[in-house]
């Protein structure tokens, strides 16, 4: 989570509330696209690769759920 910049760990809470990339981009006026952006960064920092089997959003928000 420490390499995570403050804006990525917004994304990540409104991940965590359960809102689209659409929600979390009107929520904090930015574009679909840099919601995109900050998405799969937060997920390529937090080492959570593709997957055709798996949601990578579910592991991230536990994640951040369980941060000290």
């Known amino acids: 989570m420490a390499s995570l910049s403050a804006r990525e760990r917004e994304v990540l809470a409104l991940m965590a509330e359960g809102r689209t990339n659409v929600g979390t981009a009107r929520r904090l006026w930015l574009t679909d696209r ?31 759920l369980n941060r000290p």
């Open 34 to 64: 840099t919601v995109e952006t900050h998405v799969s960064s937060i997920l390529a920092k937090l080492g959570l690769a593709n997957s055709e089997e798996d949601h990578r959003r579910v592991p991230a928000v536990l994640l951040y």
